[in-house]
């Protein structure tokens, strides 16, 4: 089981003779899911969770039905818990979600869903719409991205008819636009063919953020620091990916 501890991340400060005042310390970096239940009508769909996530990679996998995507919901406060409370570097998601958004970015599992603006760099640029930016930093901002992820030859192509990678890719892009910190992603490659999930897989474990992703491609969190099974709205394991995974194909069979 892993447990979390970013206690050391922050240590004690010492000074002269005791005398020292000792400044607030910024709140642990991470988030915390605490004693979180939700149900939708009668069904109680996550019950009593609680788990911190510090990791820099870390997969969410389970049953269908298990309470995967309700969890990943949270993480950014598109979903507040009906119980308990869920923070992000100490923002609680149900009175800070400006500060939420900006720190957890999500990727939907289709990005048909996401895509907004008819063309790819239109689309791209959408995410920095209320960002204090000069017309020059926002453009600087869409070249930076669409080159990074290769997307800069489609720049005005009609969004909608990018292939199912591009589409994915120009999903992430719209959101890493915004700096986040973490990136939720909710089963990214489920609708990709073998050589796009790769790809997107590959992207995921290159990326600088947190990645959380859900999902049922196990091949793609093979090298994932972490992994947390869910059944029936608990986390039933929470361990490297080989114990987790092994744990998890055991209770499939
Ligand atoms: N908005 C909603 N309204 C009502 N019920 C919902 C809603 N969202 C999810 N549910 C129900 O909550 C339960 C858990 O759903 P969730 O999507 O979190 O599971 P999951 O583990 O992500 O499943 P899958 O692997 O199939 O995507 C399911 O029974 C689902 O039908």
């Not at 922050?10 to 002269?16: Q, Y």
Request: net charge neutral.
């Amino acid at each position: 089981m892993i447990r979390s501890s970013v206690g050391h991340m922050f240590p004690r400060l010492h000074g002269a003779a005791g005398s020292v005042s000792v400044p607030s310390l910024p709140a642990a970096p991470g988030i915390e899911i605490a004693e979180v239940s939700h149900r939708f009508g009668d069904t109680e769909v996550l019950r009593n969770v609680s788990v911190t996530l510090t990791e820099r990679r870390i997969a969410i996998v389970g049953a269908n039905g298990s309470g995967k995507s309700t969890f990943s919901r949270l993480l950014n406060g598109l979903l507040v818990p009906e119980r308990g409370r869920v923070t992000v570097d100490g923002h609680d998601t149900a009175n800070a979600a400006k500060a939420v958004r900006r720190k957890v970015g999500f990727v939907f599992q289709n990005p048909d869903n996401q895509i907004v603006f008819p063309t790819v760099a239109e689309d791209v640029a959408f995410g920095l719409k209320g960002q204090k930016l000069s017309a020059d930093e926002r453009a600087e901002r869409v070249e930076e991205i669409l080159a990074r992820y290769g997307l800069e030859h489609l720049r005005d192509r009609p969004a909608h008819k990018l292939s199912g990678g591009q589409k994915q890719l120009l999903a992430l892009a719209g959101v890493l636009i915004t700096r986040p910190d973490y990136v939720v992603f909710d089963e990214p490659t489920t609708l990709l063919d073998l050589r796009n999930a790769r790809m997107v897989g590959q992207v995921i474990n290159t990326l600088a953020q947190t990645a959380i992703v859900v999902t049922h491609d196990l091949p793609l969190i093979e090298a994932f620091d972490r992994v947390l099974v869910f059944d029936q709205g608990r986390i039933i394991a929470d361990d490297v990916p080989s114990k987790a995974l092994s744990e998890y194909v055991r209770r499939m069979q």
